[in-house]
T-cell receptor, first 113, second 108 residues
Framework: NAGVTQTPKFQVLKTGQSMTLQCAQD?????MYWYRQDPGMGLRLIYY???????DKGEVPNGYNVSRLNKREFSLRLESAAPSQTSVYFC????????????FGSGTRLTVV | GIQVEQSPPDLILQEGANSTLRCNFS?????LQWFHQNPWGQLINLFY???GTKQNGRLSATTVATERYSLLYISSSQTTDSGVYFC??????????FGKGTMLLVSP
């Protein structure tokens, strides 16, 4: 029972490099989310996918793109990494209906130098 | 957008003590969740509680939606309760807005 799996767990990038963070869930959830966590800022929503085939911007979408590849997988892409994108990134999923909570992945710690 | 304020920002307890964490929010919400982030960074959903009271072992939560606040009670605290507690609310679009958290340290 894996829940939400994120890869990689750690990554160091040089400014301007690109990378894709992968997220997969095995709970048959409809909705998936990407958050970033910075010290003193709590978690802020980057993008979300309410259901397969849809994606929407969250609070801090600039510099990111997403793909909902299928119901299980939701990836986050940094096209040209910047030091301001140094953060811990969390993927989460939910059924997407009232009465149900979120399940989070274990996070990806990204450093851009 | 909706504002979510948590208090206190930091809390230090002796093992065995009780505590109350508070979450105030600025608008009516359809969803309120409490999370615990352990020292290794893992976020665990504690409660889904848009209104009313729920209990799970030593933890309980109460949300008074009409007054726009929620409380998380921790009784007989243990060192494993240490970490950051987040309150998060949903306006009805299934996306959560998080508070900045309460950092709890329980010392033996």
């Amino acid at each position: 029972n894996a829940g939400v799996t994120q890869t990689p767990k750690f990554q160091v990038l040089k400014t301007g490099q690109s990378m894709t963070l992968q997220c997969a869930q095995d709970m048959n959830h409809n909705s998936m989310y990407w958050y970033r966590q910075d010290p003193g800022m709590g978690l802020r929503l980057i993008y979300y996918s309410a259901s397969e085939g849809t994606t929407d911007k969250g609070e801090v979408p600039n510099g990111y793109n997403v793909s909902r590849l299928n119901k299980r997988e939701f990836s986050l892409r940094l096209e040209s990494a910047a030091p301001s994108q140094t953060s811990v990134y969390f993927c989460a999923s939910s059924i997407g209906e009232a009465g149900y909570g979120y399940t989070f992945g274990s996070g990806t710690r990204l450093t851009v130098v | 957008g909706i504002q979510v304020e948590q208090s206190p920002p930091d809390l230090i307890l002796q093992e065995g003590a009780n505590s109350t964490l508070r979450c105030n929010f600025s608008d009516s919400v359809n969803n309120l969740q409490w999370f615990h982030q352990n020292p290794w960074g893992q976020l665990i959903n504690l409660f889904y509680i848009p209104s009313g009271t729920k209990q799970n072992g030593r933890l309980s939560a109460t949300t008074v939606a009409t007054e726009r606040y929620s409380l998380l009670y921790i009784s007989s605290s243990q060192t494993t309760d240490s970490g950051v507690y987040f309150c998060a609310v949903d306006l009805g679009y299934s996306t959560l807005t998080f508070g900045k958290g309460t950092m709890l340290l329980v010392s033996p």
